[in-house]
């Protein structure tokens, strides 16, 4: 059966306009993620984009991405990632695996992909996504006071419980929990890399700015 990647982009979004098609390094930043699938072609068979937008499918075309024509009905600012996932996979031939893959994630680690899609099949979990530990102190503020909540005042952070925030670099399911709205089910294997680019997560000009400089730094000779 068959792996497949898919992106979701939709043409509209309301802090950083026409996000998708920025151009970053000299490429769209959908475009990487689509460069990256075809990196990984030992892996993945097919690459679908899902979008809305004329100009997106153009570009996905272009980069050689298969499009699947999202409708409107599903591709509001409050639509969650898994109908525009489920309803690529009615469109097309059944498959096994999803790749899912961000276009606000654009700067992933190389070997990425072959080291979780290796320990995916090996242990045979049903999901995988990225996760990140976090070193900071986090608290709560109510009625003008702060508790912390993962820390002891005067703790030093080297020596916090750790904590991990899910940093979207990529997600590996079956196609069979898609269709029961699961991208990432209980028993997901959390694989954690601590990489610079797990910060990136595009949605406003700044994050853009700092995609852009570390793709300067880290990628571009």
């Known amino acids: 059966m068959k792996t497949i990647a898919i992106i979701p982009a939709r043409?509209?979004?309301?802090?950083?306009?026409?996000?998708?098609?920025?151009?970053?390094?000299?490429?769209?930043?959908?475009?990487?993620?689509?460069?990256?699938?075809?990196?990984?072609?030992?892996?993945?068979?097919?690459?679908?984009?899902s979008t809305d937008n004329k100009e997106i499918k153009r570009i996905a075309i272009e980069y050689g991405a298969e499009v699947i024509d999202r409708p409107s009905s599903i591709s509001g600012d409050l639509?969650?990632?898994?109908?525009?996932?489920?309803?690529?996979?009615?469109?097309?031939?059944?498959?096994?695996?999803?790749?899912?893959?961000?276009?606000t994630n654009p700067l992933r680690p190389e070997n990425l992909l072959r080291e979780t899609f290796d320990l995916y099949q090996r242990e045979n979990y049903n999901s995988l996504f990225t996760v990140t530990r976090n070193h900071q102190k986090f608290g709560k503020i109510a009625e003008h006071k702060f508790t912390?909540?993962?820390?002891?005042?005067?703790?030093?952070?080297?020596d916090l419980d750790p904590l991990y925030f899910e940093n979207g670099l990529l997600y590996i399911t079956k196609a069979t929990l898609i269709f029961d709205d699961i991208i990432i089910s209980h028993e997901a294997f959390p694989f954690e890399i601590n990489h610079i680019f797990a910060n990136v997560d595009?949605?406003?000009?700044?994050?853009?700015?700092?995609?852009?400089?570390?793709?300067h730094k880290h990628i571009k000779i």
Do not use: C, M, W
Not at 19 to 40: D, Q, T
Not at 79 to 103: G, S
């Open 148 to 158: 912390p909540y993962n820390y002891e005042i005067g703790q030093r952070s080297q």
């Open 11 to 49: 043409g509209d979004s309301k802090r950083l306009p026409i996000k998708n098609i920025l151009s970053l390094g000299g490429i769209p930043l959908l475009a990487h993620s689509i460069l990256y699938a075809k990196a990984n072609s030992n892996i993945i068979d097919d690459i679908y984009v």
């Open 202 to 215: 595009i949605d406003t000009q700044e994050d853009f700015d700092f995609a852009e400089y570390l793709y």
């Open 79 to 103: 639509e969650p990632t898994i109908t525009a996932v489920k309803h690529v996979l009615q469109n097309i031939e059944p498959v096994e695996n999803i790749v899912l893959l961000q276009p």
